[in-house]
């Protein structure tokens, strides 16, 4: 029996990525591996059925489930999709482990073997399955385009026969994977960019892509990579360095995002107010409540003529590349579980280990780690 | 006296532009002259009424037009405003010249003496003056953001630890100012671009822009930069050769815009439908009824997952730079009909007489050029 990988249409609202894309369903079909996809699942990234040979289309989702050895999706699987998934399947995608813990108890009580892409460990061996890196940097990407598109003004300088006009000035908060590819865009389209993280390690990044590094007097850069919480005084220091930045800056950008957590605060309503009228903020945080205190997730915001654009769901904003990444992500974790064409998981490997959110009736992740973002604590 | 100057409040919908930013109101009065100004005309373009100094400010329109010797707009005025204007005074904005007759008997029978920013000549000594280039130039830059937003991928070509991700294709149609700039803005976003323009001398500047200059056996270059209208066999050709590289395109941004006339059809509906869904046009010709078939002027129309955006009044939405460098247009145009602090223009002036639509009582222009922009015939 050839293995069984199925790929349901996303039912999350505002979902446009698909968890296979045709040019990884040929690899998997070359290598194999029998695909069973639900008609039109590819339709919002723009890859449609047509696109995808050798593979089993099916209408019904339950269907698609049904036969399954691995069940591979975007969003995590909502309490009735968990009904229809076969019982010890495995199923791989977005899990938000930090939340809805229904969800991860009805995983657990149909011996669903469950892998959550955002545990991928973030070592050198699992850089080709980070879907958080490869999702992050789409947003940073599509942040900045949104930040030039917001602005009531260029964003390069221009010399023009009736004289020059100055290049805008564009604040990046955190230097995280999303804030990196931020600053690169923004400075591909000719503006002036500061950054800021507390983790002073990132200032070489940042200055290797041309912006210029904020500095604090405070490194909070912890294991991992990852960043620690700010004590109450340093916090206090951190907003009075970036107020003065804050105001004058055409376009701020923050990616200060905790998975599961809320997003530190970092712009004040009074921070806000000492904007120019026609500056932007892009805050690409607002999942978890914003950097920003007047942003509002999936809306945008004018308060005196300042835009608080707080977007949600960023990456399947790009769906075609935001669809490809992430299934290239979903192949290559599945290639460590996978020899002679058999499903041979060892869950002893460091990197199964650590993205198992549920397997063999049991919750093998407890929310712990107090950080879990490159970002920004 | 001094000169006065007056600046009303916009009134077309949509129009957030000023023909008067703070620091072109500091240069006239400085040099004597008398800025009356509508209140809260800059609010738009996020210049608040504090920004001016040493100027007065109005509120009512009839009371900022009253006393003026040259009133300064952006919008042509509309028949009630003209009724406002003091007999005899000069009026300088774009005034569609080739549109409304009603509007320009109007100008002429209160003896008004009108400018048109779209008829200043392109000679070299008018160039600051050039307002049709200085907006073209905005929406150019604006117009490759709006491809690079609403595409459903990347523009750069990024290399990740999950694989390579190719750059864009985007054709740009029309090689004037607009065209150029969206070269520009699109090739430092990172995208492959290629740009097709009837005057084979503008081949050079695209290619120094980075792009693929397509080449069709016909050179339409005509006087004064300007191109001429193609043969019907010529423009089957035309089309036949564009036709594949509109359907390879991730974008397509059409400027082939003539004021005054209908744009020249040259994205058919069969083209489009050759077009991966998920691909993009842009028409900045849609003010013209667009460059293509099924562009709806200011209006998104999806045709089978194709996206053909025909925004109107695209300067408008960047109102800083656009108000900055239209009012400098203005500045310039000025200071040849000002001497020793008073109004004594020379009448036979090259870029005076031909900017003059109506004075004396008279219709100085007549719209009998063919083709008015540099853009496409």
Redesign the interface.
């Known amino acids: 029996m050839p293995i069984r990988i199925a790929v349901p249409k996303e039912t999350v609202a505002g979902e446009r990525r698909v968890a296979m894309v045709p040019d990884v369903a040929e690899k998997f079909t070359k290598a194999g591996v029998q695909i069973i996809m639900q008609r039109n699942a590819g339709d919002s990234?723009?890859f449609?059925d047509s696109d995808y040979d050798d593979i089993a289309l099916v209408a019904d989702a339950a269907e698609v489930y049904a036969q399954a050895d691995v069940v591979l999706k975007v969003q995590p699987p909502t309490i009735d999709e968990i009904k229809l998934l076969p019982e010890g399947c495995i199923v791989i995608s977005f899990m938000q482990p930090h939340r809805e813990p229904d969800r991860i108890k009805a995983l657990r009580d149909r011996n669903i073997t469950a892998l959550a892409m955002e545990l991928v460990p973030r070592i050198s061996r699992a850089?080709?399955?980070?879907a958080l890196?490869?999702q992050a940097?789409?947003a940073g990407?599509k942040g900045a385009?949104?930040a030039?598109?917001h602005?009531?003004?260029?964003f390069?300088m221009?010399t023009?026969?009736?004289?020059t006009?100055r290049p805008a000035k564009v604040l990046i908060i955190g230097a995280g994977v999303s804030g990196l590819q931020a600053i690169a865009?923004v400075r591909?389209?000719?503006a002036m960019v500061e950054a800021y993280d507390v983790r002073k390690v990132t200032k070489e990044q940042v200055q290797s892509l041309g912006a210029k590094f904020l500095e604090l007097n405070v490194d909070a850069a912890s294991d991992g990579g990852y960043a620690r919480e700010l004590t109450e005084a340093e916090k206090h220091h951190e907003r009075d360095m970036l107020a003065n930045h804050v105001s004058a800056a055409t376009a701020v950008i923050t990616t200060a995002a905790i998975p599961g957590r809320v997003s530190p605060r970092l712009i004040s309503t009074a921070m806000v107010e000492r904007m120019?009228?026609?500056a932007v903020i892009i805050d690409l945080a607002s999942e978890g409540g914003g950097n920003c205190e007047l942003t509002k997730a999936g809306e945008t915001v004018n308060h005196n003529?300042v835009i608080i654009h707080g977007p949600l769901n960023v990456p399947s904003m790009?769906?075609?590349?935001a669809s490809?990444?992430y299934s290239?992500?979903l192949y290559?974790l599945l290639q460590i579980m996978i020899a002679d064409g058999e499903l041979k998981p060892d869950w002893e490997d460091e990197v199964l280990a650590g993205s198992t959110l549920t397997r063999a009736g049991k919750i093998m992740h407890e929310p712990t780690r107090k950080v879990v973002e490159g970002e920004q604590p």
């Open positions: 990234s723009y449609p850089q080709s399955m980070d890196s490869s940097s789409i990407y385009l949104m030039a598109d602005a009531a003004q260029f390069p221009l023009t026969a009736a004289g006009i865009t591909r389209l000719g120019r009228p026609g003529g790009l769906p075609v590349h490809e990444m290239r992500n290559n």
